[in-house]
């Protein structure tokens, strides 16, 4: 994890010597699961993002721990019991956004990179819209974690009380 810490920092400085950069520190990450006894929403105001506007390489950093859930024991299992947030602090997706078009203003874009959560890194490709308003490139998207593809594991216990697969949505407004 200290190695992927390293290299994100890393890339938020080359990307600054090398092109357009713009960045968010406030960004939004939502996720939804829907499930039999119950459904779960958390949010998260404190993503970060960086992101090439001439190169089109995107960083972003999601700190697990700060996900906020409207029962605060939702979010000490959340961290302690399925994410393991003292292990592993943070989600990162680090690659590049094909299809942003900023002269264009707005539309479709395709982010492709290395999605990494609970310390397991799948290659992912993550549809998502485009739009700038004055000086701020705002990113969105809504995709689908299948929570076995990232070794997070819901016990038979409380099956019905989690979904296998969770819906996220995210927002950067980017400067």
Known sequence: MKRLLFLLIFLFHLMQAL?????SQSGYV????EALVED???????????????????????PISDFEFRKSLMKEHFNENYM????YPNAVFKG??????LEKGQGTALAKGTFTIHGVSK???IPGTYSMKEDVLILESIFWIVLEEYEIEIPRL????????????????LK
């Open 84 to 87: 393991e947030s003292e292990k």
């Open 19 to 23: 092109g357009q950069q713009m960045n």
């Open 30 to 33: 939502k996720f939804f699961s």
């Open 123 to 125: 290659e992912v490709e």
């Open 40 to 62: 779960i929403t958390a949010e998260n105001k404190n993503a970060k993002a960086v992101f090439d506007a001439q190169s089109g390489e995107v960083a972003f950093l999601v």
């Open 158 to 173: 409380v099956f019905q009380n989690i979904a296998e697969k969770v819906e996220v949505t995210i927002k950067f407004e």
């Open 96 to 101: 590049r956004i094909e299809g942003v078009d």
